[in-house]
C-alpha cells in the first residue's frame, strides 16, 4: 500500500477534548501478530511519529522467538520499547544490542539503514513478549543524515512517581524530567501506569495523543479503552482519569510535515522512495555484520507515484 501522510484537513478546526479515537487494526505478520494504530486514514501521523505497531502481548514457546529477517529503512528513527520479554538488534552500522523492558533502542535510518530482530537470549524457555515500535518521520534537513544506532538503559529513563501513579519520560521533557534519549525533532514519549481512580495531566505538545495499552481511560466525557489511541487538542488543560487499572503512552511532538510511506520508507520526495527500492532489490543498501544471508524483498504493491 501506499500512503501520504499529512494533517487531517479538518484536525485545526476542531475543537474538543478528544479530537478523534483511532482503534488499532490486527495484524498478522507471518505468525506473529501486531496491533497497527498509525498511519490511519483518520490520522496518518502525530507529531513526528508515522507508524505505531503495538506487538503482543504475545506466548512464545521455546525455540519459537521473534524473527524478523534484514530489512531496510530510509527516512526515519525507529524507537522500539518493551514491557516484557527480550529482542536481539543487529544492524548496518554494526551495533548488535540486547533489548528488555523499560530500555530504549533508538535507531536513525537516514539515507539508509538494514537491520534484524531475533529472539534474545529467552530463545530457549517459553517466553511473553509485548512492546511498542513507533517510527519518526526525520525532519527536512535530516532525511539524509549518516544512519546511527543508540541505547539507553532502563536505569537511564527518568522517572516519577507518586501515589498510585508512576510515569517514566522516555523522550522529551515532562513532568519536571527530561529524557537523555536525543531526537531529531521535539518529541515527547512518556509511558505512564496509574492505578483505579487515580488521574494525571497530560503534558502539552504541539500535537499529542494518549494510547491505551491495558486497561481503561476517560478524558473530559469521552472514554478510551484498550487498544485506542485518543488524540487530543494541544491548547486544553487535559486530565487523564483511570477507570480501571491502566497502562497507557503519551506521544506527540511538532510536526514535520507531510511525508509519503511505501513499507519501511519514509519520505517527503517519493522519488526517494523509488530509488530505495530499486537500490534494496538490486542489494545496493550495505549489510549487516553477521547477519546478510537472509532478506526480505519489497512486497508487491503499488508504486508510489501520484499518490
Known amino acids: 500500500m501506499s500512503y501520504y501522510a ?11 477534548r478528544v479530537q478523534r479515537l483511532v482503534e488499532g487494526r490486527q495484524r498478522n505478520l507471518g505468525g506473529f501478530c501486531v496491533r497497527r494504530v498509525l498511519p490511519a486514514a483518520e490520522q496518518p501521523m502525530l507529531g513526528p511519529f508515522i507508524f505505531l505497531d503495538e506487538m503482543g502481548p504475545a506466548e512464545l514457546p521455546a525455540g519459537e522467538g521473534i524473527n524478523v529477517r534484514p530489512h531496510p529503512h530510509i527516512g526515519l ?30 535507531m536513525t535510518a537516514g539515507r539508509g539503514i538494514v537491520h534484524s530482530e531475533r529472539a534474545g537470549s529467552d530463545l530457549d524457555r517459553p517466553a511473553r513478549l509485548h512492546g511498542l515500535q513507533c517510527w519518526m518521520a526525520l525532519p527536512d534537513g535530516l532525511e539524509n543524515c549518516d544512519p546511527a544506532f543508540a541505547h539507553y538503559t532502563a536505569d537511564d529513563i527518568p522517572h516519577v ?10 523522550m522529551g521533557q515532562a513532568f519536571g524530567k527530561r529524557s537523555p534519549v536525543e531526537t531529531a525533532s521535539p518529541t515527547l514519549y512518556c509511558e505512564c501506569r496509574l492505578d483505579s481512580g487515580t488521574t494525571l495531566a497530560c503534558p502539552a505538545a504541539v500535537e499529542r495523543g494518549v494510547y491505551v495499552v491495558r486497561g481503561r481511560l476517560r478524558i473530559g466525557r469521552t472514554v478510551c479503552e484498550e487498544g485506542s ?19 497507557c503512552i503519551i506521544l506527540g511532538g511538532d ?3 507531510p511525508r509519503h510511506i511505501f513499507w519501511n520508507f519514509v519520505a517527503r520526495d517519493p522519488d526517494a522512495i523509488e530509488q530505495a527500492k ?10 549487516i555484520p553477521g547477519d546478510h544471508e ?8 503499488p508504486t508510489t507515484r501520484g499518490a
Do not use: K
Request: net charge negative; with cysteine.
Open 255 to 257: 510536526p514535520v510535515g
Open 77 to 106: 528513527a525507529t524507537i522500539t520499547y518493551l514491557f516484557e520479554g527480550e529482542i536481539l538488534h543487529r544492524d548496518s552500522v554494526g551495533a548488535v544490542q540486547p533489548i528488555r523492558p523499560g530500555a530504549v533502542n533508538l
Open 161 to 170: 512517581s507518586r501515589s498510585g501513579v508512576d510515569v517514566r519520560v522516555v
Open 294 to 301: 537472509e532478506w526480505i524483498p519489497i512486497p508487491e504493491w
Open 278 to 287: 530499486a537500490d534494496w532489490m538490486a542489494r545496493r543498501f550495505p549489510e
Open 229 to 247: 489511541l485518543a488524540v487530543l487538542d494541544a491548547d486544553d488543560a487535559l486530565e487523564l482519569h483511570a477507570e480501571v487499572d491502566t497502562l
Open 6 to 16: 499529512a494533517p487531517p484537513p479538518d484536525c485545526q478546526e476542531q475543537r474538543g
